[in-house]
């Protein structure tokens, strides 16, 4: 049995797809996160944490309507946002949804935690 | 016959293309100390800047999260974590650079640190074109021992105003307008993001698959 022409065009044609491109389906939903970080550092009046919070929350909700693990970093971005705002509860809260999600966070966001305990008793 | 030997050219050129696609093949790249250490997390350092661009490390800061958690990784949240070294007396990208892997072990807890120096950022103008330009190397390094598990260069321009059509005098009002245009829309944010995507995810000279995506692959 010989391979039909066309069979052979059409496996070239995968060969060179699938060789050279950065296949396979995306793990997260990314929504605003990466345009929120940039704009922070570029046009910050484009990016006040009251801002930033409306559009992660929004982020969030969207992942989990879609059954999809919330990217790394960002409940713990969220979370910095409610502390630059004052709302520590929030904070604590989003902090450690961080920790939940993603155990590698832990060493860092317990820093964060008992920085936060240690400030709210001096004051 | 005139068919089948088009046939055969067709064929020809498409894995000429597939062949040239993937350069690099020829220097493969070394992963053996990936594998021995192989991390879990990433912590990107605020990049060092060569580049005249002072934004430029905080642009392509925005742009590396993606990637890496692409490729399966925990990736410390970036702008925390520059908060957190600037809270800390380190105000700047040198002076984050230079904290000692003990330190980052023993406040962040990441496995790996990747550093990043800037080399080129922004826009190049010429009489009848401007280039913008993102070129910056990365290197991956063991939080434990220090060893060096990998490095990567991100390297990508695009130049506009050439394909006007439209003669000399056409090339340069649409450099003009390129130029123009270019000072309200940051071309390098794009760039950025493209070269990030093929630095880390390129199957041959990019990351070996972290821990996130070897499980997503399992299920």
């Known amino acids: 049995m010989s391979i039909a022409p066309h069979n052979i065009i059409v496996l070239a044609v995968v060969i060179f797809v699938s060789g050279c491109a950065t296949r396979s389906p995306q793990l997260y939903q990314w929504g605003s996160y990466e345009g929120l970080v940039y704009d922070m550092y570029t046009h910050p009046g484009k990016a006040e944490p009251g801002v930033q919070i409306i559009k992660l929350s929004e982020d969030i909700q969207r992942a989990s309507a879609e059954g999809k693990r919330v990217a790394p970093g960002i409940h713990a971005h969220l979370g910095y946002m409610y502390l630059i705002q004052g709302n520590s509860d929030s904070a604590v809260a989003e902090f450690t949804l961080e920790r939940e999600l993603y155990p590698e966070s832990t060493v860092f966001i317990d820093g964060m935690l008992n920085r936060l305990s240690q400030n709210q008793r001096t004051n | ?219």
Request: proline share 5%.
């Open chain 2, 1 to 219: 016959m005139i068919y089948s030997t088009r046939r055969t050219t067709l064929v020809l050129i498409i894995v000429g293309l597939s062949l040239m696609g993937c350069a690099n093949m020829s220097a493969k790249t070394d992963y053996s100390a990936f594998e021995q250490y192989y991390p879990r997390s990433i912590l990107v350092i605020p990049p060092l800047n060569n580049s005249v661009e002072a934004n430029a490390p905080y642009i392509y800061l925005s742009t590396i999260t993606r990637p890496l958690a692409e490729a399966g990784y925990y990736v410390y949240p970036v702008s925390v974590v520059d908060a957190f070294l600037k809270d800390n007396g380190l105000p700047t990208p040198g002076e984050m650079n230079a904290v000692p892997l003990e330190k980052i072990r023993e406040n962040i807890g990441a496995d790996a640190v990747l550093y990043v120096t800037i080399e080129e950022w922004g826009q190049k103008f010429e009489l009848i074109s401007s280039k913008s330009i993102v070129s910056a190397k990365a290197r991956l390094v063991d939080v434990q021992t220090g060893t060096i598990l990998w490095t990567g260069s991100a390297h990508l321009s695009d130049s506009s105003g050439n394909s006007s059509g439209g003669g000399l005098l056409g090339d340069i009002v649409a450099a003009v307008i390129d130029q123009v245009a270019g000072s309200v829309v940051d071309r390098t944010h794009g760039l950025s993001s493209q070269a990030n995507h093929i630095m880390i995810l390129n199957p041959r000279t990019g990351l070996l698959p972290g821990p996130y995506k070897l499980t997503a692959k399992d299920s």
